[in-house]
């Protein structure tokens, strides 16, 4: 299973980069899907299903012994992403429920750290507002002064045109600056089940952007959250600490 980097053809997407899933995850995506997180090098993982985990945690590596199960099957790079997108909806009985409860007491505390950015530090109120991925930060301003700055952390993105979710951890045109902490939401959800936090594009719209910036700035207590307009939608920022200057 080393990455080959040459293309496939693909009935329905054309050119694209072959990825490696077991054949349960070609048959059937809508499943918890295990495999390693995705990388600036390694985007697409290869991937499996649980019952192909439970032969890998026996040794914590695929072997000749242990890899007769995956029935391994090459699909494209768009095929990968589509599949894997769908997996969110195979979330069911007790991971569903702490899910919906996770969710809502994070959109709670959203709205109180919300009330509380409006009511200490009126950030609504700014003239204008600039993001620097190479620093970090979000600074609000004033008749070209600045009044505050944020230290920020990227949670994700909607894109209006696709319909869909990213995760920041996922999206690797952001600056390691403002991705350093948010993989700790994605630990949180591999600890929990849950998929909606470990699986890196889904279809998801703006509401799905605040709820899940609610449950991700519970995990990494942050003061609360910025969202911006991108191009194509909006981009959600944790605002880890916030300072006067000016
Ligand atoms: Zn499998
Ligand atoms: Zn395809």
């Known amino acids: 299973m080393t990455p080959d980097h040459s293309h496939i053809h693909c009935d329905q997407h054309g ?17 918890r899907w295990f495999g390693d997180a995705p990388t600036a090098d390694v985007p697409y993982p290869d991937s499996w299903c649980a019952r192909c985990n439970a032969e890998f945690l026996k040794v914590c590596e695929w072997t ?3 890899s007769d199960c995956l ?3 090459i699909i494209c790079h768009r095929c990968y992403e589509n599949s894997k997108a769908s997996s969110v909806e195979s979330l069911g009985g007790k991971d569903k429920k702490a899910w919906i409860e996770a969710v809502t007491a994070g959109y709670h ?5 919300q009330r509380a950015l409006e009511a200490d530090y009126g950030i609504s109120h700014f003239e204008r507002w600039d993001y620097d991925q190479s620093t970090g930060t979000l600074t609000f301003s004033d008749g070209g002064v600045a009044r505050l700055v944020a230290d920020i952390e990227f949670i994700g993105s909607v894109s209006a045109t696709g319909g869909t979710w990213l995760w920041a ?8 600056q403002v991705v350093s902490r948010i ?8 600890k929990n089940g849950f998929l909606h936090l470990t699986v890196p594009l889904w279809r998801g719209g703006e509401t799905d952007g605040w709820e899940l910036s609610g449950v991700a700035a519970k995990v990494l207590s942050a003061k609360g ?6 191009d194509d939608g ?13």
């Not at 995850?25 to 809508?30: A, D, G, N, S």
């Open 15 to 31: 050119e694209a980069l072959p990825t490696f899933v077991c054949g349960h995850l070609f048959k059937h995506p809508v499943q």
């Open 64 to 66: 000749e012994d242990n």
């Open 71 to 73: 029935d391994l099957t």
């Open 109 to 113: 505390a959203l709205v109180e750290k």
């Open 169 to 176: 951890w996922a999206n690797f045109h952001n600056e390691a």
């Open 183 to 190: 993989p700790a939401v994605r630990d949180h959800g591999e």
């Open 225 to 230: 959250v910025y969202r911006v307009p991108t």
């Open 234 to 246: 909006f981009l959600y920022m944790a605002l880890m600490s916030i300072d006067r200057v000016g």
